[in-house]
């Protein structure tokens, strides 16, 4: 692929996205760096939101771009266990709402109707949950911050998932093909997603080489790749080597799925800089897609990328 062109396509499509940022804390540095933000935590439970929420935002007084984040298993799997990546992306200048879909003892509680539920359609919930914290989020935060001027600004989000929880925010988007302006698919995974996107929306999609492997924790026509043939250009797909599914869980969680062999681990990983990968290319796409500023270079120029890839592929010709 000629570069050039490439970069003036997605130039104009950056130009556009620029205007309409403006206002917007935008993100100066390295994103592989450290954010320079502070990042609180603020809980709501599932008996005032829709879902159980955990919401990691800086604590300087701005406008932020948004994230919508799910965690796996269509949810299930609790945003708490992804803190470390999600409050390295908030530092960036983003606020990452982090949406359970149920709390993880009603979740151990309901394993009988799980089956059910994961031939169900679930989209319905998460736009609730998206119409709510559209409404209440921002003075959730001044009550939680002590202070007012912290907005989260909703025309600026993405939508962002591991594994299964991406069956229900694409589900949601091609419902409503506005409300997200990128989609961030880590390790995507569906059960039933068929319907290739008939719209133009930015998506980073990331791939692990043990995810496959015994004990596979994704099948692999229904993973990374199947999420890129789906998607429509503007898209980007890195699978990285000797990683696997759980390696962008909290260290705790990580050691808990090693010990299990819930799904293929390697004992060599080095979370700490597996985690710096993942902020920093989210970083990178965010900032991009939502702040207007291009760090796509960070991305696309791969030999500055802190791992061993397994494949690397994108389309921006659209
Ligand atoms: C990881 O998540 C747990 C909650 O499950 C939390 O207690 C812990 O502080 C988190 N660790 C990091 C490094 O964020
Ligand atoms: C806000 O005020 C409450 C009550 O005074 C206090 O407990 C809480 O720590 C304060 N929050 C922050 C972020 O300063
Ligand atoms: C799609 O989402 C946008 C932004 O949240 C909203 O304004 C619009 O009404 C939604 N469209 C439909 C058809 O629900
Ligand atoms: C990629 O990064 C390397 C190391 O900084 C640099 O030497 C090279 O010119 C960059 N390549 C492109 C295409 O920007």
Redesign the pocket.
């Known amino acids: 692929m000629y570069r050039l062109p490439w970069v003036v396509l997605f130039g104009t499509f950056l130009t556009r996205l620029w205007t309409s940022a403006q206002g917007l804390y935008v993100d100066n540095g390295d994103p592989y760096d450290e954010g320079p933000l502070e990042v609180l935590t603020l809980s709501i439970s599932q008996n005032d939101a829709p879902m159980l929420t955990k919401v990691y935002y800086p604590t300087r007084i701005d406008t932020y771009a948004v994230l919508f984040f799910t965690g796996g298993y269509q949810g299930d799997i609790p945003s708490e266990l992804y803190s470390d990546v999600l409050v390295r992306v908030a530092s960036h200048g983003f606020v990452v709402i982090g949406i359970d879909y149920m709390p993880m003892v009603t979740a151990t509680a309901n394993v009988r109707d799980r089956s059910q539920r994961l031939g169900g359609d679930h989209t319905q919930k998460y736009m609730e949950e998206l119409q709510w914290v559209t409404k209440n989020l921002e003075a959730r935060i001044a009550q939680h911050l002590n202070r007012t001027g912290l907005v989260p600004d909703f025309s600026h989000l993405a939508i962002g998932c591991h594994s299964a929880g991406c069956d229900p925010l694409v589900k949601m988007t091609l419902q409503n093909h506005t409300f997200s302006k990128a989609a961030l698919l880590l390790e995507p995974f569906s059960f039933n997603y068929a319907t290739p996107v008939p719209f133009q929306m930015p998506a980073f999609i990331l791939g692990t080489e043990l995810s496959t492997q015994p004990h596979a924790c994704v099948r692999p026509g229904q993973g990374y790749n199947h999420f890129y043939d789906m998607w429509k250009c503007p898209r980007m797909l890195i699978a990285v080597k000797d990683h696997g599914h759980c390696d962008i869980y909290n260290e705790t969680w990580y050691k808990a799925c090693q010990l299990t062999h819930f799904c293929k681990t390697n004992p060599d990983v080095d979370i700490n800089k597996y985690h710096n990968f993942i902020q920093g290319i989210s970083a990178a796409f965010l900032t991009t897609t939502l702040q207007g500023q291009d760090k796509l270079?960070y991305i696309t120029?791969t030999?500055?990328l802190p791992v061993q890839l397994l494949e690397y592929k994108n389309d921006m010709n659209c």
């Open positions: 270079q120029n030999t500055l």
